[in-house]
Nanobody, 124 residues
Framework: QVQLVESGGGLVQAGGSLRLSCAAS????????MGWFRQAPGKEREFVAT????????YYADSVKGRFTISRVNSKNTVYLQMNSLKPEDTAVYYC?????????????????WGQGTQVTVSS
């Protein structure tokens, strides 16, 4: 069983920055691909970013490319999402997810474990 706990969400003005963290339990975190997804009110959950177990491969949704950066520190069992130049349309609940087998993935069903989410609100 893997437990994921997100933190770092909050209220920020447009153009501002936030860094989300996701702390994972378990001794095999370094073998998991990790992802960030988000869900806005009335919308489906959507892919944001993913990173391979080593950190060598990262992929981003077009909507966040150039503004968001995913990274990980395996010694801390933590994955991060640095969000810069935030826009009101980035407002959503952000979830981190772990994929215990396979590489970085953009599709939610390929992930095995999910955190409870953290709210990000960007005001205009």
């Amino acid at each position: 069983q893997v437990q994921l706990v997100e933190s770092g969400g909050g209220l920020v003005q447009a153009g501002g920055s936030l860094r989300l963290s996701c702390a994972a339990s378990g001794r095999t975190f370094s073998s998991y691909a990790m992802g960030w997804f988000r869900q806005a009110p009335g919308k489906e959950r959507e892919f944001v970013a993913t990173i391979s177990w080593s950190g060598g491969n990262t992929y981003y949704a077009d909507s966040v490319k150039g503004r968001f950066t995913i990274s990980r520190v395996n010694s801390k069992n933590t994955v991060y999402l640095q969000m810069n130049s935030l826009k009101p349309e980035d407002t959503a609940v952000y979830y981190c997810a772990a994929r215990t087998t396979g590489g970085a993935a953009t599709m939610a069903p390929r992930y095995d474990y999910w955190g409870q989410g953290t709210q990000v609100t960007v005001s205009s």
